[in-house]
């Protein structure tokens, strides 16, 4: 029994290790400029477009229309997307009139009941039927303009701002208006995400001068509080007083709790360009990543944004979402118009060991959107594979660590200890003599600032 438990934590712990790397699958939805998408409660994929999409016939006349599209998890559409027209089928019908440009996508939410709430560009809100995609309800907001996507507590309060600043923030419950956050929200923002409690709110900064990032509220208690702005979160100054910033383009709470803030493809001086978790229980700091900038020039036409970047490559991130299982990633890339599909089978929750922000903002990637260094260490595959009866077992570390690095066969017996000490940043390489051993798999353990990474190598005589 002690020697299953031992080879089983170290099995658990490599799928832990594993799980540190989001994995680029697919190009999940190509059309323009889509602005958000969301995972519904049945695992349907939802995303709202800002460009148009389609054109559609309105009596006389055929205008150019955006689109919601419903999408099963194998990429088909559901039965009733794509989605043009609006109607509750007696007080409201709302064609997304691309031309006249009220009805383009701002946000997607989710409901308590699962229903999809979509936020538009001349402050209406629609309540979507999930199982049909019929419309269930109009909201009006007021003062009209665009809108944030509207985001959730678990309490069943949904909380909407304005995107262009200067305007107020609201509560709402079951779709009235039940308080104001603010009458005023400085700086623009695209996003806003609440904390489960109801608690705690965030307002994604962009084209604020130097206040770019995540804008922190709270209120002890609630909606039923006050709200007032406690902390902004996203920048840092690292080595040498260099100052980086987040551009908080969109925010996004995974099913762990974590805070994902996507950042803008082409703002200079800012060097995260990609998606970033925050741990709001650890200081906001980051804990993972995913993503690749593309870095080519910014269009300026509409009609440019045909060919979406290839791979795990993005040009401008506009919203995430996630299985309910929090192991498939939704991406929304507005300007490459495309919805890329990540894997994780060990994604990162809170808690867990933050990254290195000065390490994270030099990540390099390949085409798939892989890191081609290190996050914080790496266990590479040791070489010859299979061997006899000497390998090497070469070891990454983006700076200096202890290092644990242990031999065990496949019965979970320690053959040996390579190396217990600390080591300095680079790569470094250990020799291992299978001589006195006999054939079989070995697996090799590293232990890393509490982390863990396991591999299997075969011995052949």
């Keep these: 029994m002690r020697i299953f438990v031992?080879?089983?934590?170290?099995?658990?712990?490599?799928?832990?290790?594993?799980?540190q790397v989001w994995v680029y699958d697919s190009d999940f939805a190509v059309a323009p400029q889509p602005h958000d998408v969301e995972v519904g409660t049945d695992g349907k994929i939802w995303i709202g477009y800002y460009g148009r999409s389609d054109t559609v016939e309105v009596g006389d006349t055929t205008m150019s229309v955006n689109a919601l599209r419903c999408y099963n998890p194998d990429g088909t559409q559901a039965a009733f997307s794509p989605i043009w027209i609006f109607t509750d089928g007696a007080t409201f019908t709302d064609t997304m009139d691309y031309d006249n440009n009220p009805y383009s996508c701002r946000g997607l939410g989710v409901d308590p009941d699962g229903n999809i709430v979509w936020s538009s560009s001349d402050?209406?809100?629609?309540?979507?039927d999930y199982q049909t995609g019929e419309g269930l309800k109009r909201i009006t907001y007021d003062p009209a303009g665009s809108l944030t996507e509207a985001a959730f507590d678990d309490n069943g309060f949904m909380y909407v701002g304005r995107v262009v600043g200067g305007q107020p923030a609201k509560v709402y419950f079951d779709y009235e208006p039940y308080a104001v956050i603010a009458d005023v929200v400085t700086g623009l923002q695209r996003s806003i995400e609440v904390s489960g409690d109801g608690t705690t709110l965030y307002f994604g900064k962009i084209y604020t001068g130097p206040n770019q990032g995540v804008d922190v509220w709270y209120s002890a208690d609630?909606?039923?509080?006050?709200?007032?702005?406690?902390?902004?979160?996203?920048?840092?100054?690292?080595?040498?007083?260099?100052?980086?910033?987040?551009w908080g383009q969109c925010l996004d709470m995974d099913p762990s709790g974590l805070l994902w803030v996507g950042t803008y493809w082409d703002?200079?001086?800012?060097?995260?360009t990609g998606w970033y978790a925050l741990d709001p229980m650890q200081n906001y700091a980051i804990v993972d990543t995913v993503g690749h900038n593309h870095h080519i020039p910014k269009v300026t036409n509409t009609e440019d944004w045909i060919t979406p970047p290839p791979g795990g490559?993005?040009?401008?991130?506009?919203?995430?979402?996630?299985?309910?299982?929090?192991?498939?990633?939704?991406?929304?890339?507005?300007?490459?118009?495309v919805v890329k599909k990540w894997t994780n089978d060990n994604p990162k929750k809170v808690g867990d060991t933050p990254l290195d922000p000065e390490t994270v903002v030099s990540i390099e990637y390949d085409n798939m959107g892989r890191a081609t260094i290190a996050v914080e260490f790496d266990l590479k595959q040791n070489y010859p594979n299979p061997f006899n009866p000497t390998t090497t077992i070469p070891v990454d570390l983006a700076k200096p660590f202890h290092v644990k690095l242990n031999i065990y066969d496949v019965s979970g017996r320690l053959v040996k200890t390579l190396v217990d000490d600390q080591l300095?940043?680079?790569?470094?390489?250990?020799k291992f003599d299978g001589s006195d051993l006999s054939?079989?798999?070995?697996?090799?353990?590293m232990i890393v600032n509490g982390n863990s990474l396991t591999k299997r190598m075969l011995l052949i005589k």
Excluded at 267 to 272: G, I, L
Excluded at 424 to 430: I, L, M, N, P, Q
């Design 6 to 19: 031992t080879v089983f934590y170290l099995l658990f712990m490599t799928a832990l290790c594993f799980g």
């Design 222 to 246: 609630g909606p039923d509080g006050v709200y007032a702005k406690i902390d902004s979160v996203g920048s840092f100054t690292g080595d040498g007083d260099v100052f980086h910033a987040m």
């Design 267 to 272: 703002v200079s001086s800012y060097d995260f």
């Design 123 to 128: 402050g209406k809100m629609w309540v979507i």
């Design 424 to 430: 300095s940043a680079g790569r470094h390489e250990f």
């Design 439 to 445: 054939s079989g798999t070995y697996i090799y353990n």
């Design 313 to 337: 490559t993005y040009l401008a991130p506009r919203n995430a979402a996630w299985s309910a299982d929090g192991k498939t990633m939704y991406t929304a890339d507005f300007d490459g118009g």
